[in-house]
């Protein structure tokens, strides 16, 4: 199986900057599309950004311009570099990841246990 190990939330005034990383381990066979979600209280789990194995990437309309999504396939890593922050960026951040394992081979989505990110305004 696939662990995902997220790390990089904490506090940060409106406007600052804070990057997350996610590093995924365990019988990794390959790892197709990575991503981040966020989920505020009360609310549902959306889509932040995305990033294929090739490096294409997709944002949210509401971060676009702000986070940047890369990629380290050789550490099997993501990360969210995000600027210019705003209170209503306050939420819990989820990696999550689509991964191939060896033994049994078998694709499927994995979630990492979430870091908790608050904006203060």
């Known amino acids: 199986q696939v662990q995902l190990v997220e790390s990089g939330g904490g506090l940060v005034q409106a406007g600052g900057s804070l990057r997350l990383s996610c590093a995924a381990s365990?019988?990794?066979?390959?790892?197709?599309?990575m991503g981040w979600y966020r989920q505020a209280p009360g609310k549902e789990r959306d889509v932040v950004a995305s990033?294929?194995?090739?490096?294409?990437?997709n944002y949210a309309g509401s971060v676009k311009g702000r986070f940047t999504i890369s990629r380290d396939n050789a550490k099997n890593t993501v990360y969210l570099q995000m600027n210019s922050l705003k209170p209503e960026d306050t939420a819990v951040y989820y990696c999550?990841?689509?991964?191939?394992?060896?033994?049994?081979?078998?694709?499927?989505?994995?979630w990492g246990q979430g870091t908790q990110v608050t904006v203060s305004s």
């Open positions: 365990g019988s990794i066979f390959n790892i197709n599309a």
């Open positions: 990033i294929t194995a090739g490096g294409s990437t």
């Open positions: 999550n990841a689509d991964a191939t394992v060896t033994f049994p081979y078998s694709r499927r989505n994995y």
